[in-house]
């Protein structure tokens, strides 16, 4: 079964511009992780954030992670062609076993 | 540094059949995860192997199973083939060294039953 949702499903945008995504979650974590996936390819791990944290940034990419409120967002600034893909959010729960529960994903295009 | 190597890279089996796929981590990762993916279910977590055990197991039914060996190297086996059973099979390993560690997946085994 799938942790919760992600929102939007699917989303357009002009190369430059920032896309932004939305996860929303059901229980209690340890850390949330974002994925890329590209055409059915392997998963590629793009930033973890853990549960103490509220916001965390790496290169073009910015996570938030509200644990009150059980979502996340992600949020890829002047995006580029490549950056074409499905992004998926995954929670941890921790608790010793090693166990990713992903969300249903946002299919990304980037129009040049 | 090699990644996650799993193998083969594309299966067509038909029902009934079973399959065993294989998975190869990262050098000196010891826990390794398998996922199914398909449009319908999306990605969905099957077990995980450290040290050779079974440590977390997801909700599929027991024709699905797997194994670790003691170089880490890990295979599924799904016996009497569904249709579906058709899917992107992902492999993930992680050094597991403390809790909370991104995984490195692999290119998956896209397995169609037929």
């Known amino acids: 079964s799938q942790q919760g949702e992600e929102d939007p499903q699917a989303l357009s945008i002009q190369e430059g511009e920032n896309a932004t995504m939305n996860c929303s979650y059901k229980?209690?974590?340890?850390?949330l992780q974002w994925y890329r996936q590209n055409s059915g390819r392997g998963l590629v791990h793009l930033i973890l954030i853990r549960s103490n944290e509220r916001e965390k940034h790496s290169g073009r990419l910015r996570v938030t992670l509200d644990t009150s409120k059980k979502s996340s967002s992600l949020l890829i600034t002047a995006s580029r062609a490549a950056d074409t893909a499905s992004y998926f959010c995954?929670?941890?729960?921790?608790?010793?076993?090693?166990?990713?529960?992903f969300g249903q994903g946002t299919r990304l295009t980037i129009n040049p | 540094k090699a990644g996650v190597t799993q193998t083969p890279r594309y299966l067509i089996k038909t029902r009934g059949q079973q399959v065993t796929l294989s998975c190869s981590p990262i050098?000196?990762?010891?826990?390794v995860s398998w996922y199914q993916q398909t449009p319908g279910q999306g990605l969905q977590f099957l077990f995980e192997y450290f040290s050779e055990t079974q440590r977390n197991k997801g909700n599929f039914p027991g024709r699905f199973s797997g194994r670790q060996f003691s170089n880490s190297r890990s295979e599924m086996n799904v016996s009497t083939l569904e249709l579906g059973d058709s899917a992107l099979y992902l492999c993930a390993s992680s050094p597991r060294e403390r809790a909370g560690s991104g995984y490195t997946f692999g290119s998956g085994t896209r397995l169609t039953v037929v």
């Open positions: 229980t209690s974590i340890n850390n």
């Open positions: 995954a929670t941890d729960a921790g608790q010793g076993a090693q166990k990713l529960v």
């Open positions: 050098s000196g990762h010891r826990s």
